[in-house]
């Protein structure tokens, strides 16, 4: 069987809508998490874990059928998932092919693992500068501590 | 200076910060100025710390404006669970500016979002404290006659002393060459050295505090090496006394240095330095009080110092 046809055979193909590519298997449900795909009731979303991919052994993949997401929409599942590649696809065919990049700012996405930090003791938005939109080092806005990727918490 | 409070050594261009020590300049020669004349300024210490609220309060007294404040907060309602944005937006009713010192990292940077009234942040937590890195500015400059081209040793606790990566960065305009000797434990964090590195200033990292270092350097800038910062007792055992600045260390030094501290000071400088007329650290937070009254004058927007 060629490749086309397995890729065919493991998802059903989308007429219109966005197919999220190439999330790490271990990522997957925290992106769904992230997308806050439980809100979207009246979208056909289909999701698969696992599937081989060559680039990377493994990947999971999410499709939501008539949904397309603004950039900070979708941004930020770079945090956990930094190259994810978006599809945007119309008519079947794929319209835009992106990788997903953190926004400049994140808002009251993280939280600050600084318990002395202002953010932790008052209830009030985070946020976080991105200084290193590969490595995903951020800075929080207020007690200026710096996070490394690793260690980032997601609220 | 960006946004018109202070919260931030950052937020200084070297623009800001030269005009600032002028002014501190002024208010050296005559302190005892009206320009806050019907002014109320408010002094929020959520935590306490006597040296700077007596400073910024005398700073206002002498501009002729008047204080409100606390200087507990367990006096306050934050005690009784209030939040800090209800009770900044409280003190905005009835002050034309707001001196807060926190113990919560960020909650200087928090008020002035939530506010009109300009927000001087007089420390927060172990993040800033802006007016003592001004006030340090105003020292070097005031004894060596410039900023640019010094050589500037920092001894201490680099990885914990705010003063200290504060001080880096208000220096970092005037071209400065750096020692820093610490313990390994309490070495300068690779932000502050990243810093450095980008913007081209030459640094060297020593663990042993000798004289040689000191015979290059213009100012010695002394900071409290603390017990609780260790997790090895037994290395702040060993480090304790290396660290601590004796008289005859000082006898090949340049004419032109001197030693500063942010204060309080327990043991790292000896009582038998505080004879030599190169120790400067009381002089220091006495230029404090000029500083302050020119960051009050800078904040309210008052250029004309009459």
């Known amino acids: 069987m060629s490749d086309n046809k397995k890729r065919e055979l493991q998802v059903a193909a989308l007429e219109n809508g966005t197919a999220i590519d190439h999330i790490p298997p271990e990522q997957l449900f925290k992106v769904a998490y992230l997308l806050q795909l439980e809100k979207l009731v009246d979208k056909t979303i289909t999701i698969g874990n696992n599937f081989y991919s060559k680039k990377m052994g493994r990947k999971g993949v999410i499709k939501i059928a008539n949904k397309f997401f603004g950039k900070d929409e979708i941004s930020r599942i770079a945090l956990v998932a930094p190259n994810v590649i978006l599809n945007e696809i119309r008519d079947f065919e794929v319209v835009k092919k992106y990788p997903v990049t953190l926004p400049d700012e994140l808002v009251a996405l993280v939280k600050c693992n600084n318990p002395k930090c202002i953010t932790n003791n008052e209830p009030m938005a985070t946020r976080f500068t991105v200084l290193d939109k590969e490595k995903g080092t951020i800075k929080c806005r207020y007690c200026e501590r710096k996070i490394n990727k690793e260690d980032i918490i997601i609220k | ?306």
């Open chain 2, 1 to 306: 200076m960006k946004g018109k409070s202070l919260v931030s050594i950052d937020q200084c261009s070297k623009g800001d910060i030269l005009r600032i020590l002028e002014n501190a300049g002024k208010f050296e020669e005559n302190p005892n100025r009206t320009l806050l004349e019907g002014k109320v300024a408010a002094t929020l210490f959520f935590e306490p710390s006597t040296r700077t609220r007596l400073s910024f309060e005398t700073a206002v007294n002498r501009l002729g404006g008047r204080v409100i404040g606390f200087q507990d907060a367990s006096t306050t309602s934050s005690s009784k669970g209030e939040t800090l944005k209800d009770t900044i937006l409280m003190v905005s009713n009835y002050a034309d500016l707001i001196i807060m010192r926190h113990y919560l990292e960020g909650a200087a940077r928090y008020a002035s979002e939530v506010t009109d009234v300009p927000v001087i942040n007089a420390g927060d937590g172990a993040n800033q404290h802006p007016s003592q890195t001004l006030l340090d500015l105003y020292s070097i400059q005031k004894t060596q006659g410039q900023l640019t081209d010094l050589t500037i040793t920092i001894v201490g606790d680099l990885k914990y002393g705010r003063t200290v990566h504060s001080l880096i960065v208000g220096m970092s305009h005037f071209n400065p060459t750096f020692h820093f000797i610490a313990p390994e434990e309490l070495r300068m964090p690779d932000e502050q050295k990243n810093l450095c590195d980008k913007l081209g200033i030459n640094y060297t990292e020593h663990t042993v505090f000798t004289e040689d270092i000191i015979n290059q350097s213009d100012i010695l800038y002394m900071t409290r090496v603390q017990r609780e910062r260790f997790t090895d007792l037994e290395e702040y055992e060993r480090v304790k006394n290396i660290y601590i600045l004796k008289n005859d260390m000082l006898k090949g030094s340049r004419d032109n240095l001197r030693i500063l501290h942010p204060l309080p000071r327990v043991n790292e400088i000896a009582y038998d330095v505080d004879d030599n007329p190169k120790a400067y650290f009381i002089q220091q937070a006495h230029n404090g009080l000029f500083t302050r009254q020119a960051i009050i004058c800078e904040v309210l927007g008052i250029t004309e110092l009459i």
